[in-house]
């Protein structure tokens, strides 16, 4: 009897240290066992050419492939225009949907927070309505503006270049974090853009 009271003690003795070690590693490993990370965000965006400023949307999934070392791919919509206070009329509007992947590499990593660039390969369709004054191409889609020297001018093309990016997060207990960004983008065709923002995501 003393025997068998002796090894039930044994085997719950083992199990509760067992659970110790479990939740203890579990614990200290918590950021690697969610290596995937979908983020949300909104920033300010300004045009260089045109003088055009808007709101950038994003939603990026993010896959850990190293400690330092990660793999993303995003998708974003760009929407902004130009107003012109003099006649009361906007003169300029764009919108872009952009597509990109790149990889980021850690520059810096606590517990608490990281700093990271990332670059890559980046496509977007571009739609542009844009008033000019005198003449234009003959092969460009315009509409009339208010007087005869003005017409409004059409664009629809599709643009491959790249984008780099300056990324930080803050971390706590739980598996949300919050951010900020700011990247470039820069195309074969068209303006390219610089934008900064603030994101939020949750750690699976």
Do not use: C, W
């Not at 039930?8 to 083992?14: A, E, I, Q, Y």
């Not at 850990?64 to 993303?72: I, M």
């Not at 225009?81 to 906007?90: A, G």
């Amino acid at each position: 009897m003393k025997h068998v009271n002796f090894l039930s003690n044994l085997l719950l003795k083992s199990v509760l240290v067992g659970f110790f070690f479990l939740f203890a590693v579990q614990g200290a490993s918590a950021q690697y066992r969610y290596p995937n990370h979908f983020r949300t965000g909104v920033g300010f965006a300004y045009i260089l050419d045109g003088d055009n400023s808007g709101a950038l949307f994003s939603q990026q999934y993010t896959r850990e492939l190293t400690d330092h070392l990660h793999f993303t791919v995003s998708a974003e919509y760009l929407s902004s225009s130009r107003y012109d206070k003099q006649i009361q009329l906007f003169t300029s509007r764009k919108a872009f949907v952009m597509f990109d992947a790149s990889f980021f590499y850690d520059l810096l990593e606590t517990e608490r927070y990281t700093i990271k660039f990332g670059a890559g390969p980046a496509v977007r369709r571009r739609s542009e309505l844009d008033l000019v004054r005198g003449g234009v191409d003959d092969d460009v889609v315009t509409t009339p503006g208010r007087s005869s020297d003005e017409v409004f001018v059409h664009i629809r093309e599709k643009d491959f270049g790249g984008k780099a990016v300056f990324e930080t997060d803050f971390f706590d207990d739980s598996r949300l974090f919050f951010g900020m960004r700011a990247a470039g983008y820069f195309y074969n065709k068209g303006t390219s853009i610089f934008a900064v923002g603030l994101n939020m995501g949750y750690s699976f």
